[in-house]
C-alpha cells in the first residue's frame, strides 16, 4: 500500500526559504510522476511543479525561478525548494503522486506553509 510522508512546511518571513520532502512508501518509485500542488486559504487547489522519472519538471508561472523540485530516486523522495516566498505563498502543500504502470494516483496528508511578516 502506498503512502506519501511529507515534511518541511512552517512559518516564514517574506524572502525566506523552505524545502519541503516528500517520501514514497510501499511502491517502485521509478514509475512515478511527483507533483507539488498547494490550496491557499479559500481558494482551489493548484498546481505548483511536478517532475517525471526522467527528472523533467514543469512549474506553475507563478513560481518558477522561486522553486525548484527535484527527486532522489535512491531515496524514493521528492523536495520542493521554495525561495523568495512572499505571503501569496501561504498554503497547504500537498505531495502527489502518479504511476504510470498502475495508473494509481495518492496524496500526501498536505503540510502547511505560511508566510508572514
Known amino acids: 500500500q502506498v503512502e506519501l510522508v511529507e515534511s518541511g512546511g512552517g512559518l516564514v518571513q517574506p524572502g525566506g526559504s523552505l524545502r519541503l520532502s516528500c517520501a514514497y512508501l510501499?511502491?517502485?518509485?521509478?514509475?512515478?510522476?511527483m507533483g507539488w500542488y498547494r490550496q491557499p486559504p479559500g481558494k482551489q487547489r493548484e498546481l505548483v511543479a511536478r517532475i517525471t522519472p526522467g527528472a523533467s519538471t514543469d512549474y506553475a508561472d507563478s513560481v518558477k525561478a522561486r522553486f525548484t523540485i527535484s527527486r532522489d530516486n535512491s531515496k524514493s523522495t521528492v523536495y520542493l525548494r521554495m525561495n523568495n516566498l512572499s505571503p501569496e505563498d501561504t498554503a497547504v502543500y500537498y505531495c502527489?503522486?502518479?504511476?504510470?504502470?498502475?495508473?494509481?494516483?495518492?496524496w500526501g496528508q498536505g503540510t502547511q506553509v505560511t508566510v508572514v511578516s
Open positions: 502527489h503522486a502518479y504511476n504510470f504502470a498502475t495508473r494509481q494516483d495518492h
Open positions: 510501499g511502491g517502485s518509485f521509478g514509475f512515478v510522476v
